[in-house]
């Protein structure tokens, strides 16, 4: 499986009863949106110490996450060209 970038479009409820709104996050690694919602839950568990619940209003699938994969690369669509190597030695 590939595992791809996901935009997702998010609030927050904390135990205060208080909401965080409108924010927005790339989650990269993931094979599917609900994996990358998941993994998103969790940082924000770790984030938020009175977090109580992800209110999610969408997510999808980046376009550039694809577009390195046609070219065959992971997260660099340039190749090794630009990957901070020495390409002569």
Do not use: R, W
Request: net charge positive.
């Amino acid at each position: 499986m590939e595992n791809k970038t996901f935009i997702i479009k998010y609030k927050i409820v904390l135990i205060s009863g208080q909401e965080i709104k409108d924010k927005e996050m790339k989650v990269k690694n993931c094979y599917n949106g609900v994996a990358a919602q998941v993994k998103l839950e969790k940082y924000l568990q770790k984030k938020h110490e009175e977090f109580k619940q992800l209110i999610v209003s969408s997510c999808k699938e980046d376009p550039m996450s694809a577009f390195g994969t046609m070219f065959g690369t992971k997260g660099n669509p340039f190749g090794d060209i630009f990957a901070g190597g020495n390409p002569f030695g």
